[in-house]
């Protein structure tokens, strides 16, 4: 039985749970108090409000998906307490090698610069530099900078830093600063990963505001996204990079300039049911079979 770690207001977990073809147990963070829980060194068991159950017998893979974006308990220790246990339950099938997308810690182990550094070797990658204490970035002297975020976390006063135009001059440097080239491009291209295959995706940034698409995304709108069609030079390239990685599943940005594919992130555990919300192209149903497979 498949055990999905999440949230019970989660929207991509409520469509996997509407149309996967196998047996599954949905253990949702937020709510931890409705299930009973056991978990000893030799095995571990959950129940849920319905009385069905899974067990360290039962069970035979696991997906962990946005549980540490919600919170579980308005105190911070009862939170950290639960979390743990996810965690714990989370690598009991981890260590076992029954873990089904990519680990939630994957980028706490591995970066954004580690990534790029990765990325290089198979794309063209903007100039970029991370750190603090400096008077001026000098991989970036003369060149139109944007400023983002490391960790994407929020400030304290619940605000989120998207790509934002900056002057190199001008910045703090007591300020740890996650500092790129300006890539002037036509498209915002994003490869989603599923088991080796992947899906591209495109959509114009003509009619963009500001510089970070996320910020306009309007997820009603499935029309904002178009189906692109990779080389096999890029299909190549994807396959590489992700081999280098040692991933299987993920999302990858890019900025597409005249056709070309420059290296932007990748992301993990990155949404992706707005790039095919409607299964037009079998994306969702490429992601049940996925997890419905041992």
């Known amino acids: ?69 919600y919170q579980a308990h308005e105190d911070d220790f009862v939170n950290e307490e639960v979390k743990y246990v996810f965690r714990e339950i989370y690598n009991w099938f981890f260590h076992r090698n029954l873990v089904k997308g990519t680990p939630s810690d994957f980028h706490n182990r591995n970066g954004k610069i580690h990534i790029l550094s990765v990325a290089q070797n198979h794309f063209p990658t903007p100039e970029t530099f991370t750190g603090w204490g400096f008077k001026k970035a000098p991989n970036l002297k003369n060149k139109n900078v944007v400023a983002k975020s490391l960790s994407s976390g929020l400030t304290t006063t619940n605000h989120t830093l998207f790509t934002t135009a900056v002057d190199v001059n001008k910045l703090n440097p007591e300020f740890p600063w996650y500092l790129q080239e300006t890539i002037d491009a036509e498209y915002d291209t994003t490869i989603f990963i599923c088991n080796g295959k ?62 070309e594919l420059i290296f932007l992130e990748y992301n993990a555990n990155g949404q992706w049911v707005f790039l095919d919300y409607e299964n037009k192209v079998g994306l969702v149903k490429e992601v049940c079979n996925y997890l419905s497979t041992n």
């Open 198 to 259: 992947s899906f591209a995706f495109q959509r114009s940034r003509k009619d963009l505001k500001g510089l970070d698409w996320r910020s306009e995304q309007d997820f009603k709108d499935t029309k904002q996204w178009n189906l692109r069609e990779l080389s096999a030079k890029e299909n190549i390239a994807i396959d590489k990079f992700c081999a280098d990685l040692k991933v299987n599943w993920g999302r990858i940005d890019f900025l597409e300039r005249n056709g």
């Open 1 to 69: 039985m498949l055990l999905v770690l999440t949230a019970s207001f989660d929207g991509t977990s409520d469509l996997l749970f509407e149309q996967i073809n196998e047996k599954a147990f949905r253990f949702n963070f937020d709510i931890f108090e409705e299930y009973e829980v056991e978990l000893t060194p030799s095995y571990w068991r959950i129940k849920n409000p319905a009385g069905l159950e899974i067990t360290s017998e039962t069970a035979s893979h696991c997906f962990w998906w946005k549980v540490t974006n």
